[in-house]
Nanobody
Framework: QVQLVESGGGLVQAGGSLKLSCAAS????????VGWFRQVPEQEREFVAG????????YYADSVKGRFTISRDKAKDTVYLQISSLKPEDTAVYYC????????????????????WGQGTQVTVSS
């Protein structure tokens, strides 16, 4: 069982930056990928970025390329999402999730591929 806890969300003006953290406990990210998703009310969760834990392979959604940076700290079992040049349309609840299925080399981008989810952290961008 993996427990994920996000932190770092908040209210920020457009153009600002935030760094979200996803700390894992219960089992290390030994063979998983970790993804960041976001969701606004009445919409499906949207994949934004993911990283394969062992290889460091990264994938970004086109909508965030160049502004979002995902990274991991294996020693701390933590994944980060640096968000820069924030836009009002980035306002959402941001979730991290762990994909525990072995055997993939790429980052999977569908929410159903992820087994464990954090509780989410709200990011609000004011114009």
């Amino acid at each position: 069982q993996v427990q994920l806890v996000e932190s770092g969300g908040g209210l920020v003006q457009a153009g600002g930056s935030l760094k979200l953290s996803c700390a894992a406990s219960g089992r290390a990210f030994s063979y998983s990928a970790v993804g960041w998703f976001r969701q606004v009310p009445e919409q499906e969760r949207e994949f934004v970025a993911g990283i394969r834990w062992s290889t460091g392979i990264i994938y970004y959604a086109d909508s965030v390329k160049g502004r979002f940076t995902i990274s991991r700290d294996k020693a701390k079992d933590t994944v980060y999402l640096q968000i820069s040049s924030l836009k009002p349309e980035d306002t959402a609840v941001y979730y991290c999730a762990a994909d525990s299925t072995a055997g993939f080399t790429a980052v999977r981008t569908t929410s159903r591929s992820y087994d464990y989810w954090g509780q989410g952290t709200q990011v609000t961008v004011s114009s």
